[in-house]
């Protein structure tokens, strides 16, 4: 089975702090994708990656970067941590041309913000 | 920019109804169309829908996509409690990266 691994499944960190969220997979995916998710507003993709050291931004990059040195690891970063990044993170990764299967999620990164 | 709209936003049946999940989308370079399940933790995989009503069934669970009015349905008969969860639709573009979801659809099944 595929698996997703994000590092932590629970953050508390304070405002102006630099934050990693890390995740992992394990399936040689090519795409690798970080969401947000917040009720009301379902998932809003921040950046996606579809190879190594390549990013696209996504709905909204703004507070966030990304770093893929290496195909299984993409790494998201708040580069100054503020109290409206409080959310839960989702990492996702897929097979470049799908193929019938959907993205495989991680479990999720709670991160709060104080 | 590409938009995803799931209906309804909640929903509340008894154990036993049949209930229908609507997406609409409006997106360029359309490729296909995905419904993920969520419960507590992670969304896992459902159906992707690629070509125009081809209906894609998993044991209760079933879905269809009409390419010319833009929307799918995720059709779900004898509901159990189980099934209580997020309901998400997304959609991939034509490059195959780009990944937009919906806000996703509430289901709670009563007993």
């Known amino acids: 089975d595929v698996k997703v691994t994000q590092s932590s499944r629970y953050l508390v960190k304070r405002t102006g702090e630099k934050v990693f969220l890390e995740c992992v997979q394990d399936m040689d995916h090519e795409n690798m994708f970080w969401y947000r998710q917040d009720p009301g507003l379902g998932l809003r993709l921040i950046y996606f990656s579809y190879d190594v050291k390549m990013k696209e931004k996504g709905d909204i990059p703004e507070g966030y970067s990304v770093s893929r040195e290496k195909k299984e690891r993409f790494s998201l970063i708040l580069e100054s941590a503020s109290t409206n990044q409080t959310s839960m993170y989702l990492c996702a990764s897929s097979i470049r041309h799908w193929r019938g299967r959907g993205a495989f999620f991680g479990q999720g990164t709670r991160l709060t913000v104080v | 920019e590409d938009k995803v709209v799931q209906s309804p936003l909640s929903l509340v049946v008894h154990e036993g109804d049949t209930v229908t999940l609507n997406c609409s989308y409006e997106v360029t370079n359309f490729r296909s169309l995905l419904w993920y399940k969520q419960e507590k933790k992670a969304p896992t995989f459902l159906f992707m829908l690629?070509?125009?009503?081809i209906e894609k069934k998993s044991g209760r669970l079933s879905s269809i996509l009409d390419k010319k009015e833009l929307f799918s349905i995720l059709n779900i008969t004898a509901t159990q409690t189980g099934d209580s969860a997020i309901y998400l639709c997304?959609?991939?573009?034509?490059?195959?990266?780009?990944?937009?979801f919906g806000g996703g659809t509430r289901l709670m099944v009563k007993p």
């Open positions: 997304a959609v991939i573009n034509n490059a195959g990266n780009m990944l937009t």
């Open positions: 690629t070509s125009s009503g």
